[in-house]
């Protein structure tokens, strides 16, 4: 016969610290229970002195049970998930054991020049029972939990409650039976964990919208709080990103080189609205920063281009090992840019970078010209990097001007298209659908710049794949064929400008800049 009962997954219940037991006698379907063994749970959360971890959304800890291994965890927040990785605890550690080095690693970008130490503790006291039917078949468990929670420190702060969690396949008929007699006796569904209330309490708090310790609040609706949000915003994701290069994550460097420059560019784009004194040094280390990264992103497109541009040549034209010769190639540099990353973000100046785009949002250098109001202030912004843009068009698609002269100038083309992308990001909140129709007038524009820009440098790339062959008595004709493709298309590419650029620019686009 099949089972069509339906099964519950397990609820949580929980009341005061001095919740009585109810009796599960005559619960459906049990014929006896069994006693479960009483165990002692304890997670020792790790974190700097002002909770760094914590406020990334990170949790660091040493998991303690009776009868299993001890082990450190360390949940990472994910855009799409959580991830958590473990590391077991060695059986002859102290009672406060160091933090691994693998664990360390990972956190450094956070942690910086703090140190890590317990700040919070999480205990259980175990007890239950199993749910035995007929045959003595395991229908159910209830888990009865003495909880408590508390931080430690200089300060403490801490609350204890009884927690019941009904499971172990209880079908839903049995659950609502034991909820009623957990009710009974002042226990109600839980709508947090244990670990979310010692989360909550080890958290630091939240300043005030458009306010940060220690700094002024930047008033409502103004420019300079449009500014301030956009830069914490890619901040924070600097620092999500920071954790995914450390661990070698696919395209982590490449989104940790992007919210470093979306900071500088909205540095550089309103730097009217900003103290200059303070905002110029950050401007010149975050430059530095994306240009310590740019060998291993540069190595990691270049690889996939050429890889993939192989790969779609008729096999007549795939003279001698170049598919080798690019995988042992790029197997090399991947492996010594990944080490010059993880050494760049090792590195003093970028963690006092990090110290000092901290204090950017803690502080915020706003001059007064910030506080005016943000729809007017921010399209002047715009409009003056825009005619930055301008002015590299101008060159870059002039065809009377010799290709020496046309590179570099679609190069500093598309730099310039992207401060006013992320210029107009900025304001695009403020504005709103002008703002939102000129970034999709000028993405295909944009587009093309940076599509130009890859061929000059997977150009380069494929001479020298080209010198190695040669060198070592190789066939590296296959490289030439990308190469001869690459300058077809950066051609191309150049006698659409015009016409891309005529789209993009015109008055009706751009009507909102002044």
Request: glycine fraction near 8%; aromatic fraction near 4%; include cysteine.
């Amino acid at each position: 016969m099949t089972d069509t009962t339906t099964r519950t997954e397990s609820r949580t219940f929980r009341g005061s610290a001095e919740a009585g037991t109810p009796r599960y006698d005559a619960l459906p379907g049990v014929r006896r229970q069994e006693p479960l063994p009483r165990q002692v749970i304890e997670v020792e959360r790790f974190d700097t002195a002002d909770r760094r971890l914590a406020a990334a959304g990170i949790t660091l800890a040493v998991h303690r049970a009776e009868g299993e291994q001890h082990h450190w965890r360390l949940d990472l927040p994910d855009a799409a998930h959580a991830e958590d990785l473990r590391v077991p605890l060695a059986p002859d550690a102290p009672p406060v054991p160091e933090v691994p080095g693998e664990l360390a690693e990972l956190v450094r970008g956070v942690v910086r020049e703090g140190e890590l130490h317990p700040v919070g503790q999480l205990r259980r006291i175990r007890t239950g029972v199993k749910l035995l039917g007929d045959d003595d078949r395991q229908i159910g468990t209830i888990v009865h939990d003495h909880v408590t929670v508390a931080t430690l420190g200089s300060s403490t702060e801490g609350s204890a409650w009884t927690e019941v969690q009904v499971g172990g396949g209880a079908a839903d008929e049995l659950a609502d039976a034991a909820a009623r007699r957990l009710a009974g006796v002042g226990l109600q569904p839980a709508s947090t964990t244990a670990e979310a209330e010692l989360d909550r309490l080890l958290r630091p708090a939240d300043p005030e919208p458009g306010r940060r310790p220690g700094g002024k609040r930047a008033k409502p609706g103004s420019a300079g709080e449009a500014l301030v949000a956009y830069l914490a915003q890619h901040i924070d994701r600097l620092a999500a990103e920071d954790l995914r290069a450390r661990r070698g994550e696919h395209d982590s460097v490449h989104q940790l080189r992007v919210a470093s420059r979306r900071v500088r560019s909205a540095l550089q784009a309103y730097r009217g609205l900003l103290d200059r004194d303070r905002t110029e040094p950050i401007v010149h280390a975050l430059r530095e920063f994306g240009r310590a990264l740019a060998p291993a992103r540069d190595a990691e497109v270049l690889h996939a281009r050429i890889r993939d541009g192989l790969a779609e040549l008729d096999p007549e034209l795939l003279l001698g090992p170049v598919q080798a010769r690019v995988t042992r190639h790029y197997g090399r540099v991947e492996q010594e840019t990944a080490a010059a990353v993880l050494s760049t973000l090792d590195g003093e100046a970028y963690a006092r970078l990090r110290r000092d785009l901290d204090d950017l949002v803690r502080r915020p250098p706003l001059a007064k010209r910030a506080r005016r109001k943000a729809r007017k202030e921010l399209p002047r912004h715009v409009a003056r990097a825009a005619r930055r843009l301008d002015r590299a068009v101008s060159v870059a698609v002039d065809p009377e001007k010799p290709a020496e002269e046309r590179d570099p100038a679609v190069h500093a083309a598309r730099k310039a298209g992207k401060r006013l992308r992320y210029a107009t990001e900025v304001a695009r909140p403020a504005v709103g659908r002008d703002a939102k129709r000129f970034a999709k007038c000028m993405k295909g524009f944009q587009q093309a710049l940076g599509e130009h820009q890859d061929t000059v440098v997977a150009r380069d790339a494929l001479r020298e794949l080209a010198a190695l062959s040669h060198e070592s008595g190789e066939n590296g004709f296959a490289f030439g064929v990308l190469y001869g493709r690459d300058e077809a298309r950066a051609q191309r590419i150049e006698e659409e400008l015009p016409r891309l650029w005529a789209d993009a620019w015109q008055p009706r686009n751009r009507r909102w800049l002044r």
